[in-house]
């Protein structure tokens, strides 16, 4: 296509697609900005902080979840510790393995035993997301920008591997393919709601802007063990996912009851009670990664815990419990039988201020002598080897890591790219997010600063509009949702209507 084709082609479609100013949507969502920084500030063990007690007010805290339900809880406790004896040897020995996969030409049928094993584990492979060669562009346009914009943060700054990119145009190009659209509407229709009328619709996805990883052979300082994002005390608080009661079957005695999957309890649910570089402040169904590189295990690959509801069981009860005897070295990973029988923890009458790995602001964190039931040595799993255009998804309170080093020959590239609903909180960090794309800042959830404002070859909104279709304007919040399309329930034509209000459309 000519230079002057594509020029009256931007020219029809900023025309048609009425893109917003930004003007027109600053202020509709509010977000308080986060200071400068990288990827080191969001955890605990990358800035240097020591896990330790919280303020004294989490040990009433601690109390109020559990009072009147001691003995429910205890025995739902050693119920969990005896179904982790079952699954820990079969991950251990399964390995890689134990990860579902489908290619992305199946998605439209998925087997039952993708069905189940995802929804059992909480992580999936979907191969051929992207072309193989677009994938590879995508790395090659990234380098690119990087070059041109040396002024661009990252982590560690003497041999970056993390990267302070939230608006190149790889980046940009991804978030909106049409295949990748596809992916995480498959992913999101494993979630259900109890209320039909709910106001979220996992047909249309939001974007959720997120960091680049370009990560060399050798590196060893982006050494992030295992984590959970999306908050850290707040899965505690009354007024963070508790005000969704999202785990409340696990608070009352009765883990098996909690389903992972429900999507209506999240949605009032606030992650960033803290503003801090280490929270999402949007519902992501499925957290994921699209590879641009060759890679598998050893290789600066991901780790992934395939427990799911056991794990977020787990990690949740295990600050209300405490050894009767405690192990000969408490800083260890690995522990005797004896140490983690259930007859050798009891239940604290008198709860402590401990949320073992959580801190306000930063990203809760997991590790063996914090968690010694999870056997994490043996349960963090390596994802199998992947190829460029590859996506790797996670349930959203899945335990995930990097390797410790990579040990790999060549570059393990990725761009985070996860799935979101449309809901109103969702819709209301769109605004936001729309709002800092267009004047080229850090995506609101991250650190901020000047982000790529000067840099060289940002894209702009009418560069979204000649890359994508429809859906993919929709999802960066740059046109309006068709509330009139057919088969939508009226809780979907409910959010697509109130969606288009908070994101300006309607007044």
């Not at 594509?6 to 917003?20: A, E, F, G, K, W």
């Not at 050894?323 to 140490?339: N, Q, R």
């Given at each position: 296509?000519?230079?002057?084709?594509?020029?009256?082609?931007?020219?029809?479609?900023?025309?048609?697609?009425?893109?917003?100013?930004?003007?027109?949507?600053?202020?509709?969502?509010?977000?308080?900005?986060?200071?400068?920084?990288d990827i080191s500030d969001a955890f605990a063990s990358l800035s240097g902080l020591q896990f330790q007690p919280l303020e004294t007010r989490f040990a009433d805290l601690k109390a109020q979840l559990i009072h009147g339900k001691h003995e429910k809880v205890y025995a739902s406790w050693e119920r969990l510790l005896a179904s982790l004896r079952e699954e820990v040897p079969l991950i251990a020995e399964a390995g890689p393995r134990i990860i579902p996969e489908i290619d992305f030409k199946d998605i439209d049928n998925p087997s039952e035993h993708f069905n189940h094993e995802y929804r059992k584990r909480g992580v999936a492979i979907i191969r051929g997301a992207i072309p193989e060669d677009e994938a590879l562009q995508l790395k090659e346009g990234l380098r690119t920008y990087i070059r041109q914009n040396p002024q661009t943060k990252a982590f560690?700054?003497?041999?970056?591997?993390?990267?302070?990119?939230?608006w190149s145009p790889s980046q940009v190009r991804a978030r909106s393919h049409p295949n990748l659209l596809k992916t995480q509407q498959f992913l999101m229709s494993y979630w259900h709601s109890k209320d039909p009328h709910a106001l979220v619709s996992a047909d249309h996805p939001t974007v959720y802007a997120d960091r680049v990883r370009m990560r060399s052979p050798g590196d060893n300082k982006f050494a992030l063990g295992p984590h959970i994002d999306g908050g850290g005390p707040e899965r505690w608080e009354p007024e963070g996912y508790g005000r969704g009661k999202v785990y409340e079957k696990i608070w009352q005695g009765e883990w098996e009851q909690y389903d992972p999957w429900e999507s209506s309890c999240r949605?009032?649910?606030?992650?960033?009670?803290?503003?801090?570089?280490?929270?999402?402040?949007?519902?992501?169904?499925?957290?994921?990664?699209?590879?641009?590189?060759?890679?598998?295990?050893f290789e600066g690959t991901l780790l992934v815990n395939p427990l799911l509801s056991r794990a977020t069981a787990y990690f949740l009860?295990?600050?209300?419990?405490?050894?009767?005897?405690?192990?000969?070295?408490?800083?260890?990973?690995?522990?005797?039988?004896?140490?983690?029988?259930?007859?050798?923890?009891?239940?604290?009458h008198q709860p402590n201020s401990w949320l073992h790995g959580a801190s306000p602001g930063l990203g809760q964190e997991l590790r063996g002598f914090l968690h010694p039931h999870l056997e994490l040595h043996r349960t963090m799993t390596h994802v199998p080897t992947v190829r460029p255009g590859d996506y790797v998804a996670w349930h959203c309170d899945t335990i995930h890591a990097v390797d410790s080093i990579h040990a790999g020959k060549s570059d393990s590239s990725v761009l985070y790219i996860p799935s979101c609903p449309l809901t109103e909180l969702n819709a209301q960090g769109l605004a936001d997010l729309r709002d800092n794309f267009l004047k080229g800042l850090?995506?609101?959830?991250?650190?901020?600063?000047?982000?790529?404002?000067?840099?060289?070859?940002?894209?702009?909104a009418e560069d979204v509009a000649a890359m994508t279709n429809d859906l993919g304007l929709q999802s960066f919040g740059l046109k309006a949702w068709d509330s009139t399309e057919p088969g939508l329930t009226p809780g979907q034509q409910e959010i697509l209507n109130r969606s288009n209000k908070i994101l300006g459309f309607y007044a």
């Open positions: 296509m000519s230079a002057l084709c594509m020029l009256r082609r931007l020219q029809v479609l900023r025309h048609t697609t009425r893109l917003p100013s930004p003007q027109s949507v600053r202020g509709v969502a509010t977000v308080l900005p986060k200071k400068e920084g560690p700054p003497e041999n970056p591997q993390v990267f302070e990119l939230y949605l009032p649910v606030i992650s960033d009670m803290y503003n801090g570089n280490g929270s999402c402040s949007m519902f992501r169904m499925a957290q994921g990664w699209l590879s641009m590189s060759e890679t598998g295990p009860l295990r600050p209300f419990f405490s050894p009767v005897k405690a192990a000969a070295d408490p800083s260890a990973d690995v522990f005797s039988s004896d140490f983690l029988a259930s007859n050798n923890w009891r239940l604290d850090p995506a609101p959830d991250f650190p901020g600063g000047v982000g790529e404002s000067q840099h060289i070859g940002r894209p702009q």
